[in-house]
């Protein structure tokens, strides 16, 4: 059971030294969007959709949407400078319901409180499912969220998706 914990462990150092270098699925290379207080990295061929205007900086988004080419996933960041709001989340409920939650308090490496609240919701019409993570602290709001057709679109984009979101550098003032 060890050595194939192990053998488990390479393949996904493997796959994300892959991802690190830049690679994605095939020859898709990632490219870097600047928002007002933060830069992520998302697959070329993806489209952008700012979403929520900083309304800390005169410049830049401090949430946007990046859409697959086949619009099949559609991946989400809200970084802002401080705590913010982030209403396009939330669940919609004449579109969607909730499928499954779930919130878990700690502390973040600082000491402060920190609030993660995690939640599954569904399209009504079956046409998609989304899944978001909204982690809070006293002073910060850092959501990330992955909208996806079916489970084979989720497990097709899951390695991109997890690159997404490890790639955030967040500024400060």
């Known amino acids: 059971m060890r050595l194939f914990r192990l053998m488990c462990l390479g393949f996904a150092c493997l796959i994300m030294i892959v991802f690190i270098d830049g690679e994605g699925r095939?020859?898709?290379?990632?490219?870097?969007?600047?928002?007002?207080?933060?830069?992520?990295?998302?697959?070329?061929g993806f489209t952008v959709k700012p979403s929520g205007k900083s309304t800390t900086n005169v410049e830049g988004y401090d949430s946007v949407y990046f859409i697959s080419p086949n619009n099949n996933v559609e991946f989400y960041v809200f970084s802002p400078q401080w705590k913010g709001e982030a209403k396009e989340i939330e669940i919609n409920p004449n579109i969607e319901k909730l499928i499954d939650q779930s919130t878990i308090k700690e502390k973040n490496k600082f000491g402060q409180s920190k609030t993660i609240r995690m939640f599954i919701a569904k399209a009504i019409d079956d046409s998609y499912l989304r899944a978001v993570r909204d982690e809070t602290t006293d002073s910060t709001r850092l959501i990330f969220g992955i909208k996806y057709k079916n489970k084979e679109m989720y497990n097709k984009y899951y390695n991109e998706y997890i690159f997404f979101k490890k790639s955030l550098t967040q500024f400060a003032d």
Not at 26 to 44: H, L, R, V
């Open 26 to 44: 095939g020859e898709e290379k990632w490219i870097t969007y600047k928002g007002a207080w933060f830069e992520i990295k998302y697959p070329s």
